[in-house]
């Protein structure tokens, strides 16, 4: 199962956040929310996706440099919730300043996870990213691929 698709929704003054129902069953047994480093978004990931990545985080020893910074930024910033009754999701105050969430919010899918995007920011991202994806599939103007 992967998480696809693009949804708007509203966040309450509380800070939840309904999520596509569609995906609820896959994050019922429990999720994680995380900074979405180095884009501004919060990324959802279901318990047993997040138990993945933070196992390879944890490969890399304490007694390095790289394994502390490592460990310090992916878990300081990564926070264990559920959906309540309604398939809403609690966002922390420190993960909507974060990702500069308001009122107005995009939840998309990347396959393995959700990102939660401030609309805003999420619109002005994707120009950018229609660029670099023409120049990865050779659709680039400098040099573009003929079939």
């Known amino acids: 199962m992967y998480f696809t698709g693009v949804y708007e929704y509203s966040m ?6 309904p999520m596509p129902p569609r995906f609820r069953g896959d994050l019922k047994s429990g999720l994680v929310l995380t900074q979405g480093t180095p884009d501004p978004c919060i990324r959802v990931y279901p318990n047993g996706r ?12 304490v007694t390095t440099e790289a394994g502390r910074v490592m460990r310090r930024s992916f878990f300081s910033a990564s ?21 500069n969430l308001s009122t107005e919010v ?3 899918g990347i396959g393995d996870a959700l ?16 660029e670099i994806l023409a120049h990865l ?4 103007s400098a040099g573009a691929a003929t079939e």
């Open 137 to 140: 599939w050779g659709r680039g």
């Open 79 to 99: 926070f264990s919730t559920e959906l309540d009754a309604q398939g809403r999701v609690l966002v922390p105050p420190q993960l909507r300043r974060w990702a």
């Open 115 to 130: 990102e939660i995007w401030n609309k805003t920011d999420f619109e002005a991202t994707r120009p950018n990213e229609e």
């Open 12 to 17: 309450d003054d509380r800070g939840r956040l």
């Open 106 to 108: 995009v939840v998309t």
């Open 50 to 61: 997040f138990e993945e990545l933070a196992g390879d985080i944890m490969r890399e020893p």
